[in-house]
């Protein structure tokens, strides 16, 4: 299919017909920024009910890493689900949940052996992180970060620390959670400038949080984002990882890291921690896992993953159609797509930084692989925010037949499936120029 091929005004009439239906009867609670009604996807490429395709850099908030339908994914699903649908490895054995287990050992990124614990969200990874953290040091406190997003069920949203609307009115939230600032080196919270900004938004934590409000030997775990997702795609320093990975082997803290939009090789590599070299406790693994299927998994080092049968479990947890899916997402990831990310995600990101002449409403570009961020602002000088002007590129980009998504207050996430082409990177690029300049003619 040609990609992008607008046809019709958007929301087209069928997509407008089903969008008043799903009014009547779907929770207003989801957040849907533009009107998109998906008819079938190939690739990175998406067409909707009324015929309208579209360029995917959003990959179903960064899911579809093998893409929309990836013919050997779809081949082992249907195999699969010829065989069983479920049988609860909570209760029972099936062959590949113990694969997946092992292909997710032989990637980890900490040495030695690990265990793994199957959910169906990166929600539900996150929720057994800090259950078995609890459990395993017998403490209580959790350290995380201000703009973090670790999931919505209650345990993982009172470590996110995204937007005010996720805790709204669903407090009190889980006790004994406390936030520190991350490394945002275009804005550092201790006033370093971006050339010095590296580790140093860590010294009121070390020297204040741990000192006067949460003694070291009561906390079981500090949860971060190598990457942060919702918070804006901010990418954490090496230096940053490295100096929390010390601080929390000196106090026998346990460093959980949230690799739920990060990894998968999203970044260029499998996770993101590796680029600092840092190795974590627990990873918290799902988006991207199974290519679209819904499966999480918390991975622990053996030695923590002791609690006995019935401490924790999930039904759906590991289902065997998702883990078929998983080997498949795992094996294409190793054999070329990861080196793709890598690749075209420098291409996009080179294409993206080549705007900030052309467009002063761009602050700042960021990322790793194809996990790219591009902050707006009013104005350079003063880095003034500009949510309205982020939210009116993204509808401008959709128009044209771009998907693309937000990401914190202010900034434009690029997500794509991790098989995007050079060639669709440019196209990208290209749309989100048109669309900036759109933006900026109408809003000077």
């Not at 040609?2 to 046809?7: G, K, S």
């Not at 460093?255 to 840092?278: I, K, P």
Request: net charge neutral; glycine share 10%.
């Amino acid at each position: 299919m040609a990609v992008p091929d607008i046809r019709t005004p958007l929301p087209g009439p069928k997509a407008a017909a089903l969008i008043a239906r799903d009014a009547a009867v779907i929770s207003p609670s989801y957040t849907r920024g533009y009107p998109l009604v998906i008819a079938r996807g190939s690739g990175c490429a998406v067409e909707d009910v009324d015929g309208n395709t579209f360029l995917d850099c959003a990959a179903g908030i960064a899911v579809n890493a093998t893409g929309h339908s990836h013919p050997d994914v779809v081949r082992a699903v249907t195999a699969q689900a010829q065989q069983f649908l479920h049988m609860s490895g909570t209760d029972f054995y099936y062959e590949l949940q113990v694969q997946v287990a092992e292909a997710l050992a032989a990637v980890a990124p900490m040495d030695g052996p690990v265990r793994a614990f199957f959910g169906n969200s990166g929600t539900e990874a996150i929720e057994a992180c800090l259950k078995l953290a609890r459990y395993t040091t017998r403490r209580q406190q959790i350290i995380a970060f201000l703009g973090g997003f670790h999931g919505r069920t209650m345990g993982a949203l009172s470590l996110t620390a995204s937007k005010t609307v996720q805790r709204r009115g669903f407090g009190p939230l889980v006790p004994g959670v406390t936030h520190a600032a991350f490394a945002d080196c275009y804005r550092c919270p201790v006033g370093a400038t971006p050339d010095r900004c590296a580790a140093e938004c860590l010294d009121p934590l070390e020297q204040q949080t741990l000192v006067q409000l949460v003694s070291p030997d009561e906390v079981a775990a500090v949860v971060v984002e190598p990457i942060q997702g919702e918070g804006g795609y901010l990418v954490a320093p090496d230096q940053f990882m490295q100096r929390l990975r010390d601080l929390t082997s000196r106090h026998g803290i346990l460093l959980v890291v949230d690799e739920v939009q990060s990894g998968m090789g999203r970044t260029g590599r499998m996770f993101a921690v590796e680029h600092s070299g840092v190795q974590p406790d627990m990873v918290a693994i799902a988006k991207g896992i199974a290519s679209g299927l819904p499966l999480g998994v918390a991975l622990a080092r053996a030695a923590l993953m002791t609690w006995p049968p019935g401490a924790h479990a999930s039904t759906f947890g590991g289902n065997p159609v998702a883990c078929a899916a998983a080997l498949e997402t795992i094996r294409l990831l190793n054999e070329q797509l990861i080196r793709n990310a890598a690749v075209v995600g420098e291409r996009l990101k080179a294409g993206l930084t080549a705007l900030v002449d052309k467009h002063p409403l761009i602050g700042d570009v960021r990322g790793r692989g194809l996990m790219v961020g591009v902050e707006l602002v009013k104005d350079r000088t003063t880095k003034e925010r500009a949510p309205e002007v982020r939210n009116a590129v993204v509808n401008a980009a959709f128009r044209r037949g771009l998907l693309i998504l937000g990401a914190g207050r202010n900034t434009v996430r690029f997500c794509p499936p991790l098989v995007l082409t050079a060639a669709e990177a440019d196209t990208a690029v290209r749309l989100f120029d048109e669309a900036l300049t759109e933006v900026a003619s109408t809003s000077s």
